[in-house]
């Protein structure tokens, strides 16, 4: 259960370090963390002292996300020495392991204690599986959408289960044997209702069951396209998941995306503390916004793009040619790109449509702003030198290391053409989403 323990932690915060410094005498399930001088983490599990290092401080979630991985770790090793309730859930030591720790991430009461265990249904990681089969499905040559909304157990004034129908289905692998079954949940629009012992009971317009919430702020911005998802989670502990057209797995809870399941493995978004960072980092909330949205639309529908906030716009010129700003005193050339510079002078980020921001952002090259939203550039093809780590890989190529060169002179945030979204700041990715 130690390598359970660091392979967990290994998988889902892969820049933390964890190691078994001591043991102790009395053997605790539960994990009570106490910072370290060097701003690492300590705790004792089962019998023994460990030390966790990171290159910063854990955020909210990645602590939630590593007390979850212990939780899940400690109920079934609790298992094994109950074989009456060990024979009834053998489940608990099938499937991955992984999809567990996200079930008890999400759903902690689960995964309370090994009775918890061998009497609630794991509704998390029944969903999972789901939508892991759907998405080696396809319909008439295009990829397979579906979701499900797992209704909470905390109050809601806006909604209510519906009655149980005598005949309601469990939500399970078994439902994609179904062949209507995704066409009549797709996941943008309609998604399947499953109450608390996992059995869907109906079918719901994602967006009607929003709309109670429609006028609140999320938590982080998120993609278009997603925008009633977080919402739909925001009150009652209702958990969201989407097989998207894209073949990758989202799960919404709380009002934000919190996993996601691209590449072969699940990802921990940890989108707050990842958009606060960002935030300061940019030093208005509205631009800030403005361009992690746009991010995210255009990572959505797999579009490279990078935007750069120069801290000084005054070196601009270091950065970007004179033919690629909007002020500039060069004569346009004929069939250059900069005789349309004069629809976006004098224009603000913050200013423009999300449609026309996003637009422009597509066009070969970066976006190029300062702190006070003013477009300087777009379509602009970037001076960038070798990185300053010449160790350092550069996954992406052409347009990593030109966001490597450019966050010399700001914050950048760059999306890759695979859907990712990275931050970068003075020559190192601050995080990526």
């Not at 720790?101 to 902690?108: D, W």
């Not at 439902?175 to 608390?196: E, K, N, Q, Y």
């Not at 255009?298 to 120069?310: C, N, S, T």
């Amino acid at each position: 259960y130690q390598q359970l323990l660091r392979r967990g932690v290994q998988y889902f915060l892969p820049s933390s370090h964890l190691e078994i410094v001591g043991s102790v005498r009395q053997s605790t399930p539960q994990i009570i963390f106490q910072w370290t001088s060097n701003g690492g983490i300590s705790f004792e599990w089962l019998g023994n002292r460990y030390a966790l290092t990171n290159r910063r401080e854990l955020s909210d979630h990645e602590q939630r996300m590593l007390r979850s991985i212990a939780r899940f770790l400690s109920t079934r090793y609790e298992l094994l020495f109950d074989r009456e309730i060990a024979a009834r859930n053998i489940p608990i030591f099938g499937g991955l392991p992984e999809d567990r720790y996200i079930s008890t991430f999400l759903e902690a009461r689960v995964f309370d204690d090994a009775t918890s265990a061998a009497t609630l249904p794991d509704r998390v990681s029944a969903a999972i599986e789901v939508l892991r089969i759907s998405a080696l499905s396809s319909y008439e040559d295009k990829r397979i959408s579906t979701g499900a909304l797992l209704f909470g157990s905390l109050p809601d004034a806006c909604h209510s289960l519906p009655p149980r129908p005598a005949d309601a289905l469990a939500y399970s692998s078994e439902l994609t044997s179904i062949r209507s079954f995704h066409r009549i949940c797709d996941g943008l629009r309609t998604i399947a209702l499953v109450d608390g012992s996992g059995l869907m009971v109906e079918l719901v317009d994602v967006q009607e069951w929003a709309q109670p919430f429609s006028e609140m702020e999320l938590p982080v911005p998120t993609a278009r396209r997603y925008r009633t998802h977080s919402q739909a989670t925001l009150c009652g502990g209702d958990i969201c998941l989407v097989l998207t057209p894209n073949g990758e797995i989202k799960i919404f809870g709380e009002g934000v995306q919190l996993f996601s399941f691209f590449d072969g493995r699940w990802h921990l978004t940890d989108a707050v503390s990842k958009y606060q960072a960002w935030e300061d980092a940019i030093g208005r909330r509205d631009l800030a916004a403005r361009l992690f949205s746009a991010g995210l639309n255009l990572a959505e529908h797999r579009r490279g793009g990078m935007f750069v906030v120069l801290e000084d716009p005054r070196r601009a010129r270091e950065l970007v040619s004179e033919l690629d700003l909007l002020e500039t005193d060069r004569r346009e050339r004929a069939g250059a790109k900069n005789r349309l510079h004069y629809l976006l002078r004098r224009t603000r980020a913050t200013e423009l449509a999300p449609a026309v921001l996003e637009s422009i952002a597509q066009i070969d090259g970066s976006v190029v702003l300062d702190r006070d939203s003013r477009l300087l550039a777009f379509g602009a093809i970037l001076r960038h030198g070798p990185p300053l780590d010449q160790n350092e890989e550069i996954g992406e190529g052409g347009r990593t290391a030109a966001a490597i060169g450019a966050s010399q002179f700001g914050n950048v945030l760059m999306v890759s053409e695979g859907g990712q979204l990275s931050f970068y700041q003075k020559g190192q990715c601050v995080w990526a989403l």
